[in-house]
Nanobody, 126 residues
């Protein structure tokens, strides 16, 4: 099976932290661009980061300085560490794998990534 399994979402108070995990099966993450996305109720999907071997991780302005992407090649897993969470961070979060060239383009919620996680709900209370 070729899939991404996402986990780690939940309910957290404002100012708190969460770490999301995205584990790949059937393909090797290091060969792909890894994007993190989120979609809040009533809003379009937002690209919040992109990571590949081609360059440094790019972050959306809305999360820059608060969110950090890391990976563990041995576990074929990528992580999104979220700190100083705000109520406006509340959304369903998705990881995706696609063409590594995607990370050379501006962040977008419209990239046609090859594989997607199922999404995990992050709710930040005030």
């Amino acid at each position: 099976q070729l899939q991404l399994l996402e986990s780690g979402g939940g309910l957290v108070q404002a100012g708190g932290s969460l770490r999301l995990s995205c584990a790949a099966s059937g393909f090797t993450l290091e060969h792909y661009a890894i994007g993190w996305f989120r979609q809040a109720p009533g809003k379009e999907r937002e690209g919040i980061s992109c990571t590949s071997k081609i360059g440094n991780t790019n972050y959306a302005d809305s999360v820059k300085g608060r969110f950090t992407v890391s990976g563990d090649n041995a576990k074929n897993t990528v992580y999104l560490e979220m700190n100083s969470l705000k109520p406006e961070d509340t959304a369903v979060y998705y990881c995706a794998a696609g063409n590594p060239l995607f990370c050379l383009a501006p962040l977008s919620g419209k990239h046609d990534y090859d594989y997607w996680g199922q999404g995990t709900q992050v709710t930040v209370s005030s």
